[in-house]
C-alpha cells in the first residue's frame, strides 16, 4: 500500500481508461511544447545521468537552466527540444529514453504528468486529462460514460504532492461555493433531454443572473448575496425553468456574425504568429492556408458549402463529443481563475466554436458522410473528432496566451450579457 492508497481520489470514468500508447500514438507528448524541468528533478537527472560519460554530455545538451531572475522551483530548467521540437531524449519508436532506461520516479513532473493533472479539493484528490493527447481526446470523446465520476485507486496518482488545490472550507463564497458551482456546471451540461447548445444556454442564463452578486471578488466588496445565489442554484435545477430556456434559446434567430468576426481574429493571429501549429494545419486542411483567407465572409463560406450536407447520424454523434468535452473543462479548467462565471462560460463557448468550426468543415468529415457501412461511417466520424479536438487543443494548450486574450478581448468588450453569451453559440452560414 503507497502513502497515497489511503486517500480518496475521483476522475471521470474516461481516465481510468486512458494508457498511454507510445509508440502507436499519432503524434508524441513533446511535440512544439516549451518543457519546464522542476529543479528537484534537474537535479536527480543530472546525479542519474552523470552515471556514464554519454549521460554527462546527454545532460548538458539537454537540459538549460533558466536564468536566475526567471526561475523557479517547477521551472528551474528548461528541456532543450531538437530539430522538429521534440525531445532529444525521444527514441526512434516514440518512447522516452529516460523512461525507458531509468523509470519513471526521475522524469520531471510535468513528464511524469502529462497528460494528466491532479487537483485536491479538501481532503479529495481528483485527476484528469488534458485533451492535447489523441488517446486521452479517444477516450473522453467517443463514449457515452465518459464523463461518469467514478472513484479512482489511489496508486493511480502521478506525484500527489503536484495538486492544484482549492480550501475545503474558505470566507470567500467565490471560492467556497466551488464544489456547488462546478457540479451544477458540469450536471446542467450532462441534461441529454436538451440539444448542447440549449444547455449551454442555460448554464449562460444562471452565471448571467448570478453575476451582480456572484463573481471574484464577491466576498470583500460586499456584493454576495447568499440567498439570491441559493435561489439561482435553484432555478438551475428546476425543469420548467429550464424547458422555458430550452424553448427561447431554439426560437431565437441570432446570427453567426460576432463568432465569425472573433474565431477569424484567432486564425488571423494564430496563422501570424504560428504558422507550422496545429491549428495552422487544420486551417491547411479545410482550405484557408494564409492570413488573407481567414476573414469572416470566406469562413461563412466554408461553412456555407458545407453544414447542409451534415447529416443527423453526424449532428447526433456530435453532441456526445462537445458534452464530454465541456465537460471535463469544467472539472479540470477551474472557473475561480476568470473574473466571473459569465466570462469563463463565454471563452469555452469560444473553444468550442472552433473545434466545431474544423468539425464541420473538414474534408474528412465529408468523406465520411460517403461511407455506406453505419459502423465505417461512424468510425470515420470519431477519427475526425479526435484529430480535430487534440489539434484545436494542443493549439490552444502550446499557446495559452490565446485563452488569456480572448478573455481578455471578452471583458475589454464588456460582452458579458446573456445577449452576447446567446450569439457566442451560434454557428453557421
Ligand atoms: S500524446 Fe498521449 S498517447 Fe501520445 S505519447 Fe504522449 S501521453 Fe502517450
Request: glycine share 4%.
Amino acid at each position: 500500500m503507497t502513502a497515497t492508497s489511503t486517500k480518496k481520489v475521483q476522475g471521470l470514468r474516461y481516465v481510468t481508461r486512458f494508457e498511454c500508447i507510445g509508440s502507436r500514438c499519432e503524434d508524441t507528448c513533446c511535440r512544439g511544447w516549451e518543457i519546464f524541468v522542476d529543479e528537484r528533478h534537474y537535479f536527480r537527472l543530472q546525479k542519474t545521468l552523470a552515471a556514464t560519460p554519454e549521460g554527462k554530455a546527454d545532460f548538458a545538451a539537454s537540459f538549460q537552466p533558466r536564468p536566475p531572475g526567471a526561475r523557479d522551483k517547477q521551472s528551474y530548467a528548461l528541456l532543450v527540444l531538437q530539430e522538429g521540437k521534440t525531445c532529444t531524449f525521444l527514441t526512434e519508436d516514440q518512447l522516452c529514453r529516460i523512461h525507458r532506461d531509468h523509470g519513471a520516479e526521475v522524469l520531471p513532473n510535468l513528464c511524469a504528468l502529462y497528460p494528466r493533472s491532479l487537483a485536491k479539493i479538501g481532503s479529495r484528490f481528483e485527476l484528469s486529462t488534458a485533451t492535447s493527447c489523441p488517446e486521452a481526446a479517444r477516450q473522453l470523446l467517443l463514449h457515452e460514460d465518459a464523463c461518469d465520476i467514478v472513484d479512482v485507486s489511489a496508486d493511480i496518482l502521478p506525484r500527489p504532492d503536484m495538486a492544484m488545490t482549492v480550501p475545503a472550507s474558505t470566507r470567500d463564497p467565490w471560492l467556497g461555493l466551488f464544489d456547488v458551482v462546478r457540479g451544477s456546471l458540469y450536471r446542467g451540461v450532462r441534461r441529454r433531454q436538451y440539444p448542447v447548445t440549449s444547455r449551454l444556454f442555460q448554464l449562460a442564463s444562471f452565471a448571467q443572473e448570478a453575476l451582480p452578486f456572484f463573481h471574484r471578488g464577491c466576498g470583500s466588496d460586499g456584493s454576495f448575496a447568499a440567498q439570491k445565489m441559493k435561489f439561482e442554484l435553484q432555478c438551475l435545477e428546476d425543469p420548467a425553468i429550464l424547458d422555458e430556456q430550452h424553448a427561447r434559446f431554439s426560437a431565437s434567430a441570432a446570427s453567426s456574425d460576432v463568432t465569425l468576426a472573433l474565431l477569424a481574429r484567432i486564425f488571423e493571429a494564430h496563422l501570424k504568429e504560428n504558422p507550422t501549429r496545429p491549428m495552422a494545419q487544420l486551417l491547411g486542411e479545410v482550405g484557408l492556408p494564409t492570413v488573407a483567407d481567414v476573414h469572416p465572409t470566406s469562413l461563412r463560406a466554408v461553412l456555407a458549402r458545407t453544414m447542409p450536407s451534415l447529416a443527423p447520424d453526424f449532428l447526433a454523434r456530435a453532441e456526445t463529443w462537445l458534452e464530454n468535452f465541456c465537460a471535463n473543462v469544467f472539472l479540470r479548467e477551474w472557473y475561480t481563475y476568470s473574473p466571473d462565471v459569465v466570462v469563463y462560460l463565454q471563452v469555452i463557448f469560444v473553444r468550442l466554436n472552433l473545434i466545431r468550426f474544423f468539425l464541420y468543415t473538414h474534408p474528412q468529415t465529408l468523406a465520411a458522410h460517403a461511407l455506406p457501412d453505419p459502423v465505417q461511417r461512424r468510425e470515420a466520424f470519431d477519427k475526425v473528432a479526435v484529430q480535430v479536438v487534440y489539434r484545436v487543443s494542443r493549439a490552444v494548450d502550446h499557446l495559452l496566451e490565446l485563452l488569456q486574450n480572448i478573455e481578455k478581448i471578452l471583458v475589454e468588450k464588456q460582452t458579458q450579457t446573456l445577449a452576447y453569451s446567446t450569439l457566442l453559440l451560434q454557428l453557421g452560414a
